[in-house]
């Protein structure tokens, strides 16, 4: 029984950080939890689990009496996750480079052919598909820590991705950065894969600096 509820509460986990990171939630009105939940088809129990989840993961606001809110992006808080990521991200990617087999590679061009495929045509998975692809970078690293830090400022980050993306051009600006960066990573080039990463990280951090405090 408890390991059905914890898949369930996996499931909705993922469901409803989407429709946070796509905006489907709005940021100013408490969570309907009944609602949402016979939305979904579940009962409370998981969906609590879920939304303490997704608390914990900064993506909502408890305020007592008043339930869940989606928390508000600022300019704040995206230095603050960028500036962890160029901590470590860049040197993470370094070391999968080099460490990475081919079904590590395998696997990355998977994910970059699943990021271009959402970014033509299911614009709404961009986010996800993002950061699977950029976690596919890391994982070949072996440092469960650094995996599990960098994973959680990507998820963190999935709204500010999809907010940096959403000015004409930026979705092919992204697209030719994911690519040299793969074409350096797949060659085991890890100091040229870190300096790629660490690029491409500033630049959208420079852009969301423009579109948030504008």
Do not use: C
């Not at 914890?6 to 429709?19: A, D, K, N």
């Not at 960028?82 to 999968?96: C, G, H, K, Q, S």
């Not at 990021?115 to 976690?135: G, K, P, Q, T, Y």
């Amino acid at each position: 029984m408890s390991i059905v509820v914890r898949t369930l509460s996996e499931q909705i986990f993922t469901i409803v950080r989407e429709q946070i990171v796509s905006g489907k939630l709005p940021v100013d009105q408490a969570i309907r939890q009944d609602a949402l939940a016979n939305q979904l088809g579940v009962s409370k129990i998981p969906l609590r689990e879920a939304l303490a989840r997704l608390e914990q993961e900064g993506l909502l606001v408890g305020q007592a009496n008043r339930g869940y809110f989606v928390r508000a992006m600022s300019a704040g808080e995206a230095e603050e996750i960028f500036a962890l990521r160029l901590a470590i991200e860049p040197d993470a990617v370094a070391t999968a480079a080099v460490a990475a087999n081919d079904s590590d590679r395998a696997a990355a061009r998977e994910a970059v052919a699943a990021l271009d495929m959402a970014a033509s045509e299911h614009l709404d998975d961009v986010a996800a598909r993002n950061r699977e692809f950029h976690m596919a970078l890391v994982r070949p690293g072996g440092r469960l820590l650094t995996t599990q830090l960098v994973e959680r400022l990507q998820i963190l980050s999935e709204r500010y991705v999809q907010k940096h993306l959403e000015p004409a051009g930026r979705e092919h600006r992204a697209h030719l950065e994911h690519a040299d960066l793969i074409e350096a990573w797949q060659q085991g080039d890890g100091a040229r894969a870190r300096e790629l990463a660490r690029a491409h990280i500033e630049g959208t951090l420079a852009d969301l600096r423009r579109q948030l405090n504008g």
